[in-house]
């Protein structure tokens, strides 16, 4: 009996206006070399999609940006990747910034409207019908790319407004040629989950299997938003910071509807910091109400979780503390345990609590260079905390929020949760957070407790979201 074999695909969804700009420079001939176009797709894909991740915490940040290491390159893409970089920064697909010794190098995609106008310039070029040259495209049996149905671009009376919400859906063939970059990711993560510890491999297959969002709700969120923003927009900048947010939001969305079998979900350890990152992890708050019985869940989150680990780590200082670094530990613990620290930091500063969460960030994850006259305030109250905190920075600004992140990791992931797997709850984690079934609340409060006194002393304060 001959055996059956499955044709597996991969699914890719890029703006319209940056595809039609790339398939129309190629249709000219623009491209000097012999390529495959699965690697231009996968590059701009890999701008727009990590750029989300990287990016999350100012989603309308006006460009879509992500470093790509050369090294990382040549492994996904080949020797050849030069020359598809070459070709997509020459002809203005994408843009990167200037390249220094040792750093790697950032590479960004244009304003949308850019696209348009670099496209329409090339039709009168080159005498190009426009309305002719339009897809749905289709290459032999390997690709075919298709549009996105929108609906609401009904709603959007401005033709220039209306380009921003129109996607295709590219529908890819693997094969044995093209596997290593347009699966290696999920491969990869699947390699991680396979040989994690027992309760990270549980919650790794956990995740794939149930971790789902109402799609269609989802999508109508934010098309809703940017209908409603856009409409307000009185600028480009604002405009395009509107449309930076939405596909930001669109790409996180799209990667997790069918995303085990387009390979698009995420499991996997952030070597730096070894915080376990997923679709979720990179997910707007805005959105978790869509995730699929969400409405059955709890989500509960360590208050001040950030300031909280430092008082872990200055837990270390304190047996050869002098009296003086005493009293300030003393003095930062209770405000950090008992999640009043930003209120803390309100008296200090004279300024609101989210003020005084940014002004945190700043300080604490910042150069100890920048921002002196903000540091020279907390260095005021604080002089033997502020240098430890700038001890953490002295080789690599970096090194500080790293090493907050990895107690973090430590006592979520290696803490509560193999407690909570051991106890057949598996959860879903958000870094300093946990989401568990409702029915699981009260034993879920328990582990969390006894996990944190054991690193704190004390339990702090846990708050249900």
């Known amino acids: 009996m001959k055996k059956t074999t499955y044709k597996k695909y991969r699914i890719l969804y890029l703006p319209k206006v940056i595809l039609d700009n790339l398939l129309l420079k190629l249709h000219i001939g623009l491209a000097d070399f012999d390529y495959n176009i699965e690697i231009f797709l996968t590059i701009i894909n890999d701008i727009l999609t990590k750029s989300s991740i990287f990016n999350k915490q100012n989603e309308d940040y006006l460009y879509h940006f992500v470093p ?3 090294r990382y390159l040549k492994v996904k893409y080949g020797n050849t990747y030069p020359d598809y970089i ?4 020459n002809q203005g697909i994408i843009w990167n910034d ?4 040792g750093k790697t190098t950032y590479y960004y995609l244009h304003q949308l409207d850019y696209y348009t106008i670099d496209s329409n310039k090339l039709y009168i070029l080159y005498n190009i019908n426009k309305e002719i040259s339009n897809p749905p495209y289709c290459f032999q049996d390997c690709i075919t790319i298709t549009p996105v149905s929108n609906e609401n671009n009904k709603e959007i009376s401005h033709q220039k407004n209306r380009i921003y919400n129109d996607w295709y859906r590219i529908k890819i ?3 044995s040629k093209n596997k290593r970059y347009l699966t290696s990711g999920y491969e990869r993560d699947s390699v991680f ?3 994690a510890p027992k309760h990270i491999k549980k919650m790794g297959g956990y995740f794939r299997k149930h971790f789902k969002l109402h799609h269609e709700e989802a999508l109508r969120f934010i098309e809703e938003q940017y209908n409603k923003n856009i409409g307000l927009a009185t600028t480009d900048d604002y405009r395009n910071r509107i449309t930076q947010k939405y596909t930001s939001r669109l790409s996180s969305i ?4 069918n995303g085990k079998n387009n390979k698009t979900l995420k499991f996997s350890k952030n070597k730096a910091n070894n915080r376990i990152d997923t679709n979720l992890t990179f997910l707007a708050s805005e959105l978790r109400q869509f995730i699929v019985g969400y409405e059955e869940m709890a989500h ?6 950030q300031p909280v680990m430092f008082t872990i780590l200055l837990k270390e200082h304190y047996k050869n503390a002098n009296t003086a670094l005493k009293l300030e530990i003393d003095d930062y613990y209770k405000h950090t345990t008992e999640g009043k620290w930003y209120e803390r930091l309100q008296k200090l500063y004279c300024n609101s609590r989210e003020e005084s969460k940014d002004l945190w960030m700043r300080m604490a994850y910042s150069e100890n260079k920048h921002f002196r006259k903000e540091k020279n305030v907390f260095k005021n109250f604080y ?3 502020n240098a430890i905190l700038e001890s953490y920075k002295v080789k690599n600004h970096g090194d500080f929020s790293n090493k907050l992140t990895q107690i973090e990791s430590s006592v979520f992931i290696d803490g509560i949760c193999r407690e909570l797997v051991n106890q057949g709850i598996i959860p879903y984690t958000i870094h300093d957070s946990v989401i568990v079934p409702k029915k699981d609340k009260d034993k879920t409060l328990e582990i969390m407790g006894k996990v944190l006194k054991q690193h704190l002393g004390v339990i702090p304060v846990i708050s249900e979201e």
């Open 300 to 305: 509960f989150d360590l208050k001040n979780s």
């Open 173 to 175: 063939l693997i094969d």
């Open 98 to 101: 200037n390249y220094y010794v």
């Open 254 to 257: 799209l990667a997790i509807d």
């Open 86 to 89: 070459r070709f997509l920064v």
């Open 68 to 70: 790509l290491d050369s």
């Open 193 to 195: 989950i396979n040989n």
């Open 383 to 385: 002089p033997e905390i």
